[in-house]
């Protein structure tokens, strides 16, 4: 596979380190999980890629490169495939960070390359991306990823400008300051139930960016963080009080409510109000089955062509809406499969 394109070695590069070692020394389960979403700036397709090594309860591990291509121009085309690899054909650079999954799959902080097969032909995608050079975690404190997280999280990219080209069969789709998104999580188990939200760039604010993820952490009470970053100026809720605010406070901290394919929320500090709205079920979702390092499967309902809207009240009295009518990517993950939908229609089906 191809190598890293010559870049100084950004402050974010350890943020995309492995938390775990691999091939693991021990049974305990574990999990590191490296994804980039990248839309096209102006024609309405996008490609989720993703590479995972787990190492489960049982003692199973393996290494495995994803890609879902979105295209609304052919939405009778959805595209999902995967592969599996033996940790042994997993490799890391050593000097910087640099992820090789056998000759399938390569990702480093300014590169991502993949090839797999598929029914319709080959996907596989090149995309070189100068780093963000600062992540964006969405537990701000130790103290608070340990109470409340069984998983890791850093958007180490949050919002660069990719270059390259992805295809599927014929079909090459060329790049050239595509908004793309890249993170990295890892843990020990998989929150049960969660959305997740990204959107790299807003149809009336180009260079501005959002992130956020919200889930279920102590009995109907829905938590949130989230980042917005808007003309340069970035909005952070992800401190204790901004996480744990609905429980505490009534003036600070994040609200939220989500259900398949829509999410509503407040996050609000002493600074700004950042009210919005995901609308995810415009088009069929991709059907997405993960596993949990205890062996138990995830379902997620994964959407590439998600509208947002927001709006930012500052203390001032100003307002700005945001509008993003397809640049959006959103996950709808829960321990079952959404209503109407059977078990067999997520994939990949794991033994």
Request: with cysteine; glycine share 8%; charged share 15%.
């Given at each position: 596979m191809a190598s890293a394109p010559v870049h100084t070695k950004p402050a974010n590069d350890d943020d995309n380190q492995p938390r775990f070692r691999w091939p693991p020394r021990r049974r305990q389960p574990q999990y590191d999980l490296w994804y980039a979403v990248v839309q096209h700036p102006t024609r309405p397709i996008a490609l989720w890629c993703r590479y995972t090594l787990l190492h489960r309860v049982d003692g199973r591990s393996e290494g495995r490169l994803w890609a879902i291509v979105s295209d609304e121009a052919q939405p009778q085309r959805p595209v999902l495939t995967t592969q599996r690899f033996e940790l042994g054909r997993v490799t890391f650079d050593r000097d910087r960070f640099g992820l090789h999954l056998a000759d399938a799959g390569f990702l480093s902080n300014g590169l991502a390359t993949g090839r797999l097969p598929a029914p319709c032909g080959e996907v596989g995608w090149e995309l070189d991306f100068a780093p963000a050079g600062n992540s964006f975690t969405m537990l701000g404190s130790r103290r608070l990823a340990r109470w409340v997280a069984p998983t890791g999280y850093y958007t180490t990219n949050p919002s660069?400008?990719?270059?390259?080209?992805?295809?599927?069969?014929?079909?090459?789709?060329?790049?050239?300051?595509?908004?793309?998104?890249?993170?990295?999580?890892?843990?020990?188990?998989?929150?049960?139930?969660?959305?997740?939200?990204?959107?790299?760039?807003?149809?009336?604010?180009p260079a501005s960016y959002f992130e956020a993820l919200a889930a279920e952490l102590v009995p109907g009470r829905v938590s949130m963080t989230c980042q917005l970053v808007l003309d340069g100026e970035a909005f952070r809720f992800n401190s204790v009080s901004d996480v744990l605010g609905p429980l505490v406070s009534r003036q600070h901290g994040t609200r939220a409510q989500f259900?398949?394919?829509?999410?509503?929320?407040?996050?609000?500090?002493?600074r700004v109000t950042v009210s919005g709205e995901v609308i995810g079920d415009r088009a069929p979702f991709r059907l997405v089955r993960y596993l949990s390092p205890d062996g138990s499967s995830r379902f997620n309902n994964h959407q590439s062509r998600a509208a947002l809207r927001l709006t930012v009240r500052r203390v001032d009295g100003t307002t700005r809406e945001l509008v993003c009518s397809e640049r959006a990517s959103f996950d709808f993950v829960a321990s079952q499969p959404a209503p109407g939908c059977p078990d067999s229609a997520y994939q990949p089906l794991f033994d």
């Open positions: 660069v400008r990719a270059r390259g080209a992805f295809w599927v069969g014929a079909d090459r789709i060329e790049l050239a300051a595509a908004p793309m998104t890249q993170g990295h999580l890892f843990g020990q188990r998989l929150n049960p139930h969660f959305v997740w939200c990204t959107c790299p760039s807003f149809d009336n604010a259900s398949l394919g829509r999410w509503t929320f407040v996050a609000r500090n002493s």
